[in-house]
């Protein structure tokens, strides 16, 4: 079975503050890990995925296989960061890929 | 717009009655799912198609929802005499062959009245 934890309902951080949004996930293959981002009154988007180990807005995120952990970092949160967060698994599941979601964390970026 | 595509985007309806949903994915994407969103969670899984063949149900889905895709294209979601829990946002997404993302559309949001 393929879990993804997200411990924070909520983040408030001041402007210019950094920002790590935690992901534990629990899965016994290699998973592939994403972040996607839902602003208000948008859809989910993808923001980033580990195989491609790049900086999306600012934004990284390291996946950590000895903590099973993907969290998302940013140095200076900008207000327009704020969103809501989910963390995505995609794994093997009965022969076939399956994407399980995180609960989410919303993002406040405080003026 | 050449993104997930899903119709209708509101839907109210009396407790009771049926309600069908229609989601068309990116083109050529083999993969579609299906999920549901309530007020403060994540999506939760409820089912998955590979071309026509639906490979996996989830356990949240109760004989009430069915969901197919006939030709492997579009995909419908029906739910059969609805009740106040299914209140929720129906999200459909889709991935390309070989690619493990998600796209996703902009959801149906579903009351049950």
């Known amino acids: 079975a393929q879990r993804v934890t997200q411990p924070e309902k909520l983040l408030s951080v001041f402007k210019g503050a950094p920002v790590e949004l935690k992901c534990n996930y629990s899965?016994?293959?290699?998973?592939?890990l994403f972040w996607y981002v839902q602003y208000s009154r948008q859809r989910l988007q993808l923001l980033l995925r580990h195989i491609s180990r790049e900086s999306i807005k600012g934004f990284t995120a390291d996946l950590n296989k000895g903590e099973t952990s993907f969290h998302l970092k940013k140095p200076f949160a900008q207000e327009e960061d704020s969103a809501m967060y989910y963390c995505?698994?995609?794994?093997?599941?009965?022969?076939?890929?399956?994407?399980?979601f995180g609960t989410g964390t919303k993002l406040q970026v405080i003026p | 717009d050449t993104g997930v595509s899903q119709d209708p985007r509101h839907k109210i309806t009396k407790r009771g009655q049926n309600v069908t949903f229609r989601c068309d994915p990116i083109?050529?994407?083999?993969?579609l799912y299906w999920y549901r969103q309530t007020l403060g969670q994540g999506p939760e899984f409820l089912t998955y198609?590979?071309?026509?063949?639906?490979?996996?149900k989830s356990r949240l889905l109760s004989d009430r929802f069915s969901a197919e895709r006939p030709k492997g294209s579009f995909s419908t979601l029906e739910i059969q005499r609805t009740e106040q829990g299914d209140s929720a946002m129906y999200l459909c997404?889709?991935?390309?062959?070989?690619?493990?993302?998600?796209?996703f559309g902009q959801g149906t949001r579903l009351t049950v009245v």
């Open positions: 995505a698994l995609s794994g093997n599941s009965g022969g076939y890929q399956k994407v399980t």
């Open positions: 198609f590979q071309n026509e063949a639906q490979l996996e």
């Open positions: 083109s050529e994407h083999n993969r």
């Open positions: 997404a889709s991935s390309p062959r070989g690619g493990p993302e998600a796209f």
């Open positions: 899965y016994s293959g290699s998973p592939e």
